[in-house]
């Protein structure tokens, strides 16, 4: 149980393109889903939290405008990464809190999106 | 403010070594969660455990135990009869009161390098 899948599991794009990453809880319902971003071996640097039916709360420093953010549904949430640049290029993770267990605080975690953006 | 310290950044051993992860964490809070996780090569992070703010009893599961230390605001992990297979990148993380967000902070990691 507690699978949580993303995709695509990585992609390459041109500068000024946008991308779309999805993130699924396959076998339960997350009304709230993380999403994170990973330089090379670095830790884990929270960007937002996505809750389903409102607006993502961004953490500091993170662009709300450039990092879209939607959790329209119990099951997904996208995060668009608009006029992608080099810099953006990353490892982004999801995760989401299975809501049966919201007392509990586990966040599982997705496999990770690899973006490269030349 | 919440943070997690693991001091180790890397350690590599010999299979069938144990090895103990540190992690040192600070919370103005009473009520928080303590988290485990590993990330192998791969790069998805798997959840190994946690241990609410309450609960000080040590746990063990096949070759990982851990030793949670309120005194001492430690959350210890160790690995016993490490396989190369252990080899990955270990994440040590706070989460304070619901009030708070649920939001997880992670420690920098140990990266454990299991020698054949």
């Known amino acids: 149980g507690a699978v949580v899948s993303q995709h695509p599991s990585w992609v390459i794009c041109k500068s000024g393109t946008s991308v779309k990453i999805e993130c699924r809880s396959l076998d339960f319902q997350a009304t709230t889903m993380f999403w994170y971003r990973q330089f090379p071996k670095q830790s884990l640097m929270l960007m937002a939290t996505s809750n389903e039916g409102s607006k993502a709360t961004y953490e500091q420093g993170v662009e709300k405008d450039k990092f879209l953010i939607n959790h329209a549904s119990l099951t997904l949430s996208t995060l668009t990464v608009t006029s992608a640049h080099p810099e953006d290029s990353s490892f982004y993770i999801c995760s989401a809190r299975d809501m049966r267990e919201a007392l509990l605080d586990t966040q599982y975690f997705g496999p990770g999106t690899r973006l490269t953006v030349l | ?116």
């Open chain 2, 1 to 116: 403010a919440q943070k997690v310290t693991q001091a180790q950044t890397e350690i590599s051993v010999v299979e069938k070594e144990d090895v103990t992860l540190d992690c040192v964490y600070e919370t103005r809070d009473t009520t928080y969660y303590l988290f485990w996780y590993k990330q192998p090569p791969s790069g998805e992070l798997v959840f190994l455990i946690r241990r609410n703010s309450f609960d000080e009893q040590n746990e063990i599961s096949g070759r990982y135990s851990w030793n949670f230390q309120k005194s001492t605001s430690s959350f210890n992990f160790t690995i016993t009869a490490s396989q190369v297979v252990d080899s990955a990148v270990y994440f040590c993380a706070l989460s304070e009161a619901i009030a708070a967000g649920n939001k997880l902070t992670f420690g920098g990691g140990t990266r454990v390098l299991v020698k054949p």
